[in-house]
C-alpha cells in the first residue's frame, strides 16, 4: 500500500539524514591509526570522482534509478545532488588539512559539523533552500558544532583556546546553515559551504589565539 505524500515524504527526510550522518564514519579509520590522513583525503577525493560520475549519468546520460528517486528532493531534480556536493567539500577540507595551512585536528570537526549538526537542524524544521532558519534551529545548530569540536581542540590548544577555536568554527558552520547562500540567483546547497565555513572560522581564530 503506497504512502501517504506527507508521510512518503518524512520517511525520505529520515533516510537521507542517515546517509547524511554515515559520513561521521569517514575520519574514523584516520583517528583509530588504520590510515593516514592523506590516504584519508585520497578516499575522498576518489569519492568525489565516483559521485561525479554517477551525477554525469543522471543529468546527462539520463540513468534515473531508484536510489535517486528515493532520496533526492524535487529542486535537485535537473541540478547535482546534495551527496555530491557533501562529497566535494568533504573531500576539499581533507585536502586543505594535508597541507599547512590546516591539520585533521580543525579538519575532523568541521566535517563532523555538517555529518551530525546538519542532519539535526534538518529535523527541527523544515525550510525552502532559499529561507532562513528559526533561531532555535540556530541555537541548537550552534551546540551541537561546538560540542563535536571541543574533544578535538581542547586537547590540542589549551581550555580557553580550544573553545575559542571551536566557538569560531561553530559560528562559521552555524551561519552557513541558517542563511542560505545565492550565487547568480541559485541558492547554494549547504552541503557544500558548512564545512568550508567550519575550517576557515577555525584557522582564523588560530591565527588570532596562537
Known amino acids: 500500500m ?19 550522518a554515515s559520513g561521521t564514519l569517514y575520519p574514523v579509520p584516520y583517528l583509530l591509526g ?50 555530491a556536493l557533501y562529497q566535494v567539500s568533504m573531500a576539499g577540507v581533507a585536502l586543505l588539512a594535508s597541507t599547512s595551512i590546516a591539520s585533521p585536528t580543525l579538519a575532523v570537526p568541521a566535517m563532523w559539523m555538517l555529518s551530525v549538526g546538519d542532519p539535526v537542524s534538518g529535523a ?20 551541537v558544532c561546538v560540542a563535536v569540536a571541543v574533544p578535538f581542540l581542547v586537547p590540542a590548544f589549551g581550555t580557553a583556546a580550544g573553545v575559542a577555536v571551536a566557538v569560531a568554527g561553530a559560528a562559521a ?7 542560505p547562500t545565492i550565487v547568480r540567483g541559485i541558492a547554494v546547497d549547504d552541503n557544500l559551504t558548512i564545512p568550508p565555513a567550519a575550517i576557515g572560522g577555525m584557522i582564523a581564530a588560530v591565527a588570532i589565539v596562537g
Open 2 to 20: 503506497a504512502l501517504p505524500a506527507a508521510a512518503w515524504r518524512e520517511r525520505v527526510e529520515f533516510e537521507r539524514r542517515l546517509v547524511h
Open 34 to 83: 588504520w590510515l593516514s590522513w592523506r590516504e584519508t583525503a585520497a578516499l575522498l577525493v576518489a569519492s568525489v570522482v565516483l559521485v561525479g560520475t554517477l551525477e554525469f549519468l543522471r543529468l546527462v546520460v539520463g540513468l534515473d534509478h531508484a536510489v535517486y528517486r528515493t532520496l533526492t528532493r524535487e529542486y535537485e531534480s535537473d541540478s547535482v545532488g546534495g551527496y
Open 124 to 143: 527541527l524544521g523544515s525550510n525552502g533552500p532559499r529561507e532562513p532558519k528559526r533561531r532555535l534551529v540556530w541555537v541548537v545548530m550552534f551546540v
Open 173 to 179: 558552520a552555524t551561519i552557513a546553515d541558517g542563511i
